[in-house]
């Protein structure tokens, strides 16, 4: 299968049409787009168009892409993707790109949702108390990133040497890590395309990388989300992320 077919395959079980997107002041510039990003990207690698939304979702999110956002929330939909899923995909952005973002993107999200009929609010998926989500937290990174960053902050002044590791183990990892919808293996690699779209953050990048091969993700998929992100966060942002990796990504995961 071509590119050409290869894209209006993509097009028509992703948006309903192979016509989709088609624009009567800028068709050549829709050409170059749909046929890198719907007839070759997303065509190569072992992720499936499940997962591929769910990491475009994570990227236009991270970078405030609203109208392709709400095209790509009911991509979902139409990918088998489910609400809760995309939901705890949003809300797993929080953290790393702040509050208010996240609030931007969760009303663009619902928006859609409403349209396709999908009752509101979803499903509640805490897990966690207001008395044990440092404790459940903690189950899930000390395995997976030990204490580095409490010892790390040790130099802060006053209380903020305590507190600032305990947010990080509270809201990362015991509100939102801890919530059922996705599953680790899932969220640790949405982090890394998080990261990877946010620019800047290549230190946090390399240590998601090991994380999410750490929890079962392996080297391909990695490479094949960030290369799916990439003609929404830019190539730029791409070789960031692959070349602070590099080092990780060359070694089997049993070897981190």
Request: hydrophobic letters at 40%; proline letters at 4%; one cysteine or more.
């Amino acid at each position: 299968m071509n590119r050409q077919d290869n894209k209006e395959r993509k097009l028509e079980k992703l948006f309903g049409s192979s016509e989709a997107g088609r624009s009567e002041t800028d068709q050549e510039f829709m050409d170059i787009l749909q046929g890198f990003l719907f007839g070759e990207v997303s065509c190569v690698g072992s992720l499936d168009d499940h997962m591929r939304e769910l990491v475009t979702i994570t990227t236009l999110t991270t970078i405030q892409a609203f109208p392709q956002l709400k095209a790509h929330v009911k991509a979902g939909l139409n990918a088998g993707c489910q609400p809760v899923e995309i939901r705890e995909t949003v809300y797993q952005c929080a953290p790393f790109i702040g509050f208010p973002k996240t609030l931007n993107a969760i009303e663009v999200m619902n928006e859609v949702f409403r349209e396709n009929g999908i009752k509101l609010p979803l499903p509640d998926q805490r897990t966690v108390t207001e008395e044990d989500r440092y404790k459940k937290g903690l189950e899930i990174q000390a395995p997976v990133y030990g204490t580095e960053i409490k010892e790390r902050y040790t130099w802060l002044p006053g209380d903020f040497a305590e507190a600032v590791p305990r947010y990080l183990t509270e809201i990362c990892f015991g509100d939102f890590s801890t919530r059922e919808g996705l599953d680790g293996k899932t969220r640790e690699l949405l982090t890394v395309i998080i990261l990877a779209a946010m620019g800047g953050a290549e230190v946090q990048v390399k240590s998601h990388v090991y994380g999410a091969l750490k929890v079962g993700n392996t080297k391909e998929e990695i490479v094949c989300a960030l290369v799916q992100a990439a003609g929404y966060m830019g190539i730029p942002r791409l070789f960031n992320a692959l070349n602070v990796s590099r080092e990780l990504l060359d070694k089997d995961a049993e070897e981190m």
